[in-house]
């Protein structure tokens, strides 16, 4: 017996497009220019505000979508906090914009906010031999190793 993964929505939402799933719970979808085609957030209307789950890049084009979501939906609306599933920056790259501009408090597990750390602060000019032999032994192909090998690893 073969078992089906059943979408609750038949069609997604465009790229730049909200979609309001349930009353008070808003889907986005952010299209990427990468290896994942798009990443998710959500907005969930809380008492006062909104909490937003997860950013999105660090991109014009995914702050241009964000203006627009709160020009055309939630002007005025307060963020009451800022939820993020974890540490890849699809997800949190634009944490420090959201927080700058709305003060909001930020929640996310311990793991996931050290990981985004260590991440974003510990900066090599050059990809280090214990990573390149993480990536080699989990199989990346040659040539990618070799290309990046000449790299910054972030």
Known sequence: MQSQIRFPHQNFPE???LVELTPGIYWVRFNLSSVVSHVNAYILRDGNG???IDTGISSIDCKQIWEKIFIDEFKGVKV???IITHHH???LGLLGWFHERFQAEIW???VAWLTARMLTLDVHETTSLDVLSFW???GMPGS???KKKEGKTF
Request: glycine fraction near 4%; charged fraction near 20%.
């Open 50 to 52: 909104i909490t937003i």
């Open 136 to 138: 080699y032994g989990a």
């Open 89 to 91: 920056p699809d997800h």
């Open 80 to 82: 009451n906090r800022l």
């Open 15 to 17: 790229h730049k497009l």
């Open 144 to 146: 990618l190793l070799s």
């Open 108 to 110: 996310s597990s311990r």
